[in-house]
């Protein structure tokens, strides 16, 4: 058992809220497990924690107010909280989160790992500096606000790179030990980060630094662990889940490896590059413990946008290779992402990224709009899109979405499938002859209404077999 520091006396709650991508979502549940070893009281931040910790995002100018945003609403709800902000937004731009009076401490994912001890060590300080008793050092940290000039940045920034640009350089980026889910069914499991990837529209490598892979060993004991704790999903996660490498050993060893190890779990692929998307990958997507889905950013599907993203393929590689994954596995549900609006973007450069999605019966459609991120090459590129035009793309690639998702669960009509259930249902289903339900996210990613009745032994975080009704979205378990 783990020893307890001093603070396990002091009985202080921590909260933290996630932002951005699964990979934070991942080191939030790592963070949050080493305070709870260590005797904290795990809270939500609506509950007002005497810690709060805002884990941030920065992939577009919008999650940057967003972040901006959130901290201001957690200070005006609980004025009296330590409040510690770190992620990708204090990795890139710590000054301007500290012009945020009330943040304690920026803290930029070059020392995410460990900011379980810088927390502890600023307690004790404050603890040590407070003429109070010991005994009353509770009701100081409850009672007492940090003035702004007791603001620190604990974030190095990005670094000079030569040849690839400004990038950061993280400090035990897999030290968070087993990582367990907390507050949600699924698990994340890390087994990669940052980039060397030099696309002119992206931050990523300023906030994550180059590319680095977790130790096989350590990954594969963590996976076990993971499944016989009954946890029903598990999502991989990396900046880049292809890139993994240790000697001889490829991203798709390491997966046929895990899907060979686990008993109970079935598991998730966050995200694929193009590049990584192949025949081999095809066939690792039949197999039983894979969850039958692939989602794989196309960003643009013209050839001249493309370039000036400085992407690694083309459209017609691409169409290509999701062909070949079709020609394997052709219930295969696809995702993507899709940036609307890059500089330069042309009616005709739209028309060909929405008949490229058309045209390979893409559903999972996550469409954003360009966003100038500092630093990059594209956010001084000419030829900015009216935000006008923007807004009337990104509605058709909406309805694009919306005509094949409901395409899509036509065609499982009647069909038996795996859903984990994740908690009461977001959405109103239509009348099927029960008022309560719960939602299962499935294999495919679709999200099933499960009616329930208050006998039924159905619960959170169980895998479900489910037959599926198109008409409201159902999922009716199986016996």
Partial sequence: ??????????????????LGCRLNQYESD????????????????????????????????????????????????????????????????????????????????????????????????????????????????????SPPSAQVSLSGGAIADPGRGKRAVLTD??????????????????????CDRKCSYCKIPQARGGGISRDAAEIMAHLRRMDEAGIPEIVLTGVNLGWFRENNMRFADLLERMLETVKHARIRLSSIEPSDVNERLA?????????????????????????????????????????????????VFLGTDLMVGFPGETDADFEDSLKLLVDLDIAGVHAFPFSP?????????PGRVHGTTVKERMQRVAAHKEAAMESFY?????????????????AEAKEVGSSLFMEALTGEFLRLNVP????????????????????????????
């Fill in 373 to 381: 991120r500092e630093g990059t090459i594209a956010a001084v590129m």
């Fill in 173 to 194: 980026p897999f030290a968070y030990g087993d990582v367990f889910p907390v507050d949600h069914s699924r698990a994340y499991l890390k087994i990669q980060d940052g």
């Fill in 283 to 331: 066939e690792l997507s039949l197999h039983p413990r894979f969850c039958n889905y692939l989602h794989v950013p196309v960003q643009s599907g013209s050839a001249n946008i493309l370039r000036q993203m400085k992407r690694s393929y083309t459209p017609e590689t691409f169409r290509m290779r999701i062909e070949k994954v079709r020609s394997i596995n052709p219930d």
């Fill in 410 to 426: 036509r065609r499982m009509d009647g069909s038996i499938v795996e859903g984990v259930l994740e908690g009461e249902a977001k």
């Fill in 30 to 145: 790592g963070i949050l497990n080493r305070f709870g070893r260590h005797s904290y009281r795990i809270v939500p931040l609506t509950d007002g924690p005497d810690i709060a910790i805002i884990n941030t995002c920065t992939v577009t100018e919008s999650a940057d107010a967003r972040n901006r945003n959130i901290i201001r609403q957690v200070l005006r709800r609980n004025p009296q909280a330590r409040i510690f902000v770190t992620g990708c937004y204090a990795q890139t731009d710590p000054e301007k989160i500290l012009g945020i009076p009330g943040v304690r401490a920026v803290v930029g994912n070059d020392r995410k790992s460990n900011i379980f001890e810088i927390i502890e060590g600023m307690l004790e300080e404050e603890r040590r500096s407070d003429a109070d008793p010991v005994s009353q050092s509770v009701h100081s940290l409850r009672t007492t606000q």
């Fill in 1 to 18: 058992m783990q020893k307890a520091t001093s603070t396990e006396s002091t009985e202080l709650s921590v909260g933290i809220h996630t």
């Fill in 452 to 479: 329930i009745s208050d006998t039924t032994t159905l619960r959170r975080g169980q895998l479900v077999k489910l037959k599926l009704q198109a008409e409201g979205r159902v999922g009716w378990p199986v016996d």
